[in-house]
């Protein structure tokens, strides 16, 4: 029994396994055999077995660009890419460093093209137009290789502090102009407020004026038409005393006569 010890011992060291998610690729003696082979127990005795992960990986990068406005900005991106099984040979032998030499040059050729289309001002306004723009053009740069895009992600645009000066100065101007709009308009408000109230007190003393000169016109007409009504008021508002006093007058003059009443 111990006999068998290293016998196992020198089989399972020639034994390799191919994870989830990963593919293997065989290197017999330096030279690389060919097929892929999927995740599972191997022998290999003589070969090495290198596992590829073909899963979803994230890269990120900075990309320095000119906008189409000549401003300069800085773009950083998270990139989520994976390889297709089926390339996994081809570019273990033709690309040993995928990120380096693929992924990241692909990254920053794609947002300085896309970035040349825009304005420092659009790229953050039109965000996503963009994003969908450098994401279209990575995908077709990698697809031939072999490399598929999950999804890219803008995280930052890093503009110059010249740029943001201005951008700031350019926020404070339109934020004071919208508040002296304001301002003006409510200024025309309580102008119109302020001629409404007047037109309508003008408007109420006019009314006022009618009515009181159709009231004393009506007054008028109802004693021209009935004199005896003057004389009803006479006696009603008399206080019963006899006047003490008569004024009488021939050819022009006038005479005061005192009046005895007993």
């Not at 001002?121 to 990575?138: M, P, S």
């Not at 339109?174 to 309508?200: D, Y």
């Not at 109802?222 to 005896?228: G, I, S, T, V, W």
């Not at 019963?240 to 004024?247: A, S």
Request: glycine share 6%; charged share 20%.
């Amino acid at each position: 029994m111990n006999r068998l010890i290293p016998f196992v011992l020198i089989l399972a060291a020639g034994c390799t396994t191919v994870p989830p998610g990963h593919r293997g690729v065989q290197v017999y003696f330096g030279d690389l055999k060919d097929g892929v082979l999927v995740p599972g127990f191997y022998s290999s005795m003589l070969t090495n077995v290198v596992p590829i992960s073909v899963q979803v990986q994230a890269t990120e990068a900075i990309s320095s660009a000119v906008t189409n406005d000549l401003q300069n900005v800085n773009t950083q991106v998270t990139l989520n890419w994976s390889r297709n099984p089926d390339a996994v040979h081809d570019q273990y032998e033709k690309y040993p460093s995928m990120t380096t030499r693929i992924i990241n040059p692909a990254i920053q050729e794609s947002v300085k093209s896309v970035t040349a289309q825009f304005t420092a001002t659009d790229l953050v306004q039109r965000r996503q137009e963009v994003k969908d723009a450098i994401e279209k053009l990575i995908g077709e740069r990698l697809a031939p290789i072999g490399v598929t895009i999950d999804t890219l992600n803008i995280t930052d645009f890093a503009f110059s502090e010249e740029f943001n000066l201005a951008i700031e100065s350019k926020v404070r101007a339109e934020q004071e102009a919208l508040r002296a709009k304001e301002e003006l308009e409510k200024t025309k408000i309580v102008a119109q407020q302020a001629e409404a109230e007047a037109q309508g007190k003008k408007a109420a003393a006019i009314l006022e004026a009618e009515g009181e000169a159709k009231a004393i016109a009506i007054r008028g007409e109802a004693l021209r038409a009935n004199p005896q009504v003057l004389e009803l008021r006479r006696i009603e508002t008399w206080n019963g005393v006899m006047p003490t006093t008569l004024v009488s007058g021939t050819g022009g003059g006038s005479t005061l006569l005192n009046v005895v009443t007993k």
